[in-house]
């Protein structure tokens, strides 16, 4: 791994969906561990193996969460199944097996009306297992996949995204960490990387 002697702490295997990788995903975290670095995998959990709990190799797991709607969430993430069911099983079993969680919202007109009770389930969700690391709400951009498409139906004023987000940092209790991403691929705290043409490059944006 290129970062061994980079001052990064921990990796990241997003993408895309990591799982969907050719490659041995929980080999490749074993071997991040084994350097030192925390390593987390985020994920829209559909191609997830059996016991995939279990694996020590990765420090933390990142899963979205859109609603406490069933219907809400699913229109945001239209995967062919119910996903918002698979997505509470993930994070049931992950809670059981006392792994670290991440739960990521992207901030929409669709959802952002029912953050107050998304966060409250988190809350309860967090009381219950004790192993909610973050909550993490990002604007919608409009850039890749989702955001080039339905960014300008879907996109809240920035004013109204930070307003949302100050009132859940306020009223929710402090079990676990609020943050407020407006545009990741410019966050100050982590740079993306891609493998292209056989070699690990900065992403463009």
């Known amino acids: 791994l290129p970062f061994k ?95 670290s969680v991440t739960v990521s919202t992207v901030v929409t007109r669709e959802n952002m009306a029912g953050l107050p009770a998304l966060g409250q389930w988190l809350s309860e969700y967090a009381g219950h297992f004790g192993n909610l690391h973050a909550w993490h709400l990002y604007r919608l951009v409009e850039k890749g996949r989702m955001g080039s498409v339905h960014g300008p139906g879907l996109q809240v004023p920035l004013k109204d995204y930070r307003q949302a987000v100050g009132d859940l940092k306020i009223g929710l209790s402090g079990n676990f960490h609020i943050f407020r991403r407006e545009n990741m691929p410019h966050s100050r705290e982590v740079d993306f990387f891609a493998f292209r043409e056989g070699e690990l490059r900065p992403a463009p944006f």
Not at 11 to 19: C, R, S, Y
Not at 28 to 57: C, K, M, Y
Not at 76 to 86: E, F, V, Y
């Open 5 to 99: 002697d980079s001052g990064v702490e921990g990796l990241i295997f997003g993408g895309g969906e990591p799982t969907l990788w050719p490659g041995n995903l929980r080999a490749l975290a074993g071997e991040a561990r084994d350097l030192g670095f925390s390593v987390q995998i985020g994920t829209h959990a559909l191609n997830l193996p059996h016991g995939f709990e279990t694996w020590n190799e990765v420090t933390r797991w990142v899963l979205p969460l859109e609603s406490v709607d069933q219907g809400s969430h699913n229109r945001l993430r239209p995967t062919g199944i119910n996903h918002h069911a698979l997505i509470q099983g993930r994070l049931e079993a992950l809670g059981l097996a006392g792994r």
